[in-house]
């Protein structure tokens, strides 16, 4: 297997951008991705394409040909190619880049993820979105993303004495940093006050507690390490690409108290690079809700489990904490795009490495990690990067 490097990334803004198509932020992120790593459009030998819910968003399927006509590709006729694993597809579509890439198969690959989720009704989206979970068994019965989460959230507290003081002070960070981000839909700061005063969503997840529905798009350009000299002397390199799975439905969990395929996608992202946690400068991490950022960093092995709230409440995860989360403002306050989201935090990790993340820059970043869950754990993708 070869060693696999980034060397461009692009993003749109994140938000309700009524005056923009999936096709025009497929083609925003797609070129700006491709202006970054400097390459010419006859480099690419594939492109792969995360996307959740495209047909039921704005009733366009075929995402892959789409991307290669509005990148400009599609007379080079290089395959393009959907790839779908809910909240996490875009995470995956960078998976199946780096795995052909590392095996030869490709030299250089764009892999990018798209949502237009704001045309329809909040009530729709929250439907579509619940496709993610078991449709039989949880959706059909009424169980949406933020009473599922909010039963972990429960037991959560239950379990360890999680706070919602702690829930909330994961959003109040997050917002923080978003304000730093010219991307992020929600660049405002709020307080503790604000996210236990803001309307109760699924006890005991308020409105403040839950990521945003969001339109936005998000690209990346590997290729091999030894290739990527040809482009840059600036070497990004993905040191861990894994991914695992589990029930799609909580019933089918093994625990409650975390995402066991988080867990294991770690374990083997860890063995890959040949690090442990305590190696990670900092990480993006999927907090759909406040209460999953809080499991993330416990699952990823930061912090021990039932400890993730309190190093929130302590500052632990902030800036200039003792690894710094969600830089970009996260889901929470950068937007959730389902299909963009995992190269968005790869777009984040690659700023930061690059040390171009500007006035949210943190002073030491070298390695990064990427964690990208998909509906409410049955999929967990996570990369580590490094620069070299």
């Keep these: 297997m070869r060693d696999v490097a980034i060397i461009g990334s692009g993003v749109t803004k994140f938000g309700e951008l009524w005056e923009k198509s ?34 039921r968003f704005v009733g366009q399927e075929h995402l892959g040909a789409l991307a290669a006509e509005v990148s400009g590709l599609s007379e080079l006729h290089i395959p393009s190619t959907r790839v779908e694993a809910a909240c996490a597809s875009g995470g995956l579509a960078l998976h199946s880049g780096y795995l052909a890439v590392a095996s030869g198969m490709y030299d250089t690959v764009i892999v990018g993820g798209a949502e237009k989720m704001t045309d329809v009704a909040g009530k729709e989206a929250t439907n579509i979105l619940a496709s993610a979970a078991d449709r039989e068994w949880e959706a059909f019965f009424g169980a949406t993303f933020p009473g599922l989460y909010a039963l972990l959230a429960r037991y959560h507290m239950h379990k360890y004495g999680t706070t919602p003081e702690q829930l909330a002070s994961v959003a109040v960070k997050n917002h923080h940093n978003g304000s730093m981000n010219p991307k992020a839909q929600y ?29 936005g798009a998000a690209s990346a350009v590997i290729t091999s390490v030894e290739k990527a000299k040809e482009y840059t002397d600036e070497i990004i390199k993905i040191k861990a690409s894994a991914q695992a799975s589990d029930s799609i439905s909580l019933a089918g969990r093994s625990r409650f108290d975390a995402l066991p395929a988080t867990i294991e996608a770690a374990k083997r992202a860890y063995k890959q690079a040949g690090i ?74 690659l700023l930061q490495l690059r040390g171009k993340a500007d006035k949210r820059q943190i002073e030491k970043a070298e390695i990064g990690l990427a964690h990208n869950v998909g509906g409410s754990g049955g999929t967990a993708v996570i990369h580590i990067l490094e620069a070299i």
Aim: hydrophobic letters at 40%; charged letters at 25%.
């Design 22 to 55: 999936l096709a025009d932020l497929v083609a925003e992120a797609g070129i700006s991705a491709i202006m970054d790593a400097g390459i010419d459009g006859t480099d690419i030998d594939a492109m792969y394409i995360g996307g959740m819910s495209a047909g």
């Design 276 to 349: 442990e946690p305590s190696d990670i400068d900092f990480a993006e991490v999927h907090d759909c809700f406040t209460i999953a950022e809080i499991m993330a960093i416990e699952d990823l092995g930061f912090f021990k489990k039932g400890e993730g709230g309190k190093a929130a409440e302590e500052g632990l995860t902030a800036l200039d904490g003792e690894i710094p989360i969600n830089t970009s403002g996260g889901l929470k306050s950068k937007g959730h795009p389902v299909g963009a989201t995992g190269i968005a935090q790869i777009h984040e990790l």
């Design 187 to 215: 660049r405002r700061e709020i307080t503790i006050e604000d996210v236990l005063n803001s309307t109760m969503v699924a006890d005991p997840l308020h409105l403040l507690d839950c990521s945003p529905i969001t339109d």
